[in-house]
């Protein structure tokens, strides 16, 4: 078990992987890593919304915008459909899964006040 999947589960969050991506599910928010890259999606509004809906689209959002803080820069992007990926590539897994826990120990804050 990596360090990664283990402060996953210490903090009760899933690591599922299904071969070419692994998801990370946070409560009511996940993200991917694929090859050495966390892709952060966050929804786009389409206009269709109801309170509910923007009200947890704005959690997405912050809890994206607090995990690519931490991650630090440079960072990329993409939208496919309806979703903005926010893109941080590193150069092997071990700077990838260490970045990682240091930038969710951060969203940890953002947890408590949401």
């Known amino acids: 078990m990596s360090s ?6 210490k903090k009760g969050f899933q690591l599922v992987n299904d071969g070419k991506t692994e998801k990370i599910i946070m409560d009511d928010y996940e993200f991917y890593i694929e090859n050495n890259s966390i892709r952060l999606p966050i929804p ?8 509910d809906d923007l ?13 690519s803080q ?10 496919s459909g309806n979703v903005l990926f926010i893109i941080k590539t590193f150069n092997d897994r071990k700077d990838l899964e260490e970045k990682l826990i240091k930038a969710l120990e951060g969203i940890e804050s953002l947890r408590y006040f949401l």
């Open 4 to 9: 990664l999947e283990e402060y996953l589960k």
């Open 70 to 79: 931490g991650l630090g820069a440079p960072l990329e992007y993409e939208i």
């Open 44 to 51: 786009l509004p389409t206009g269709k919304e109801s309170l």
């Open 55 to 67: 009200v947890s689209m704005g959690i997405k959002y912050a809890r994206a915008s607090r995990i």
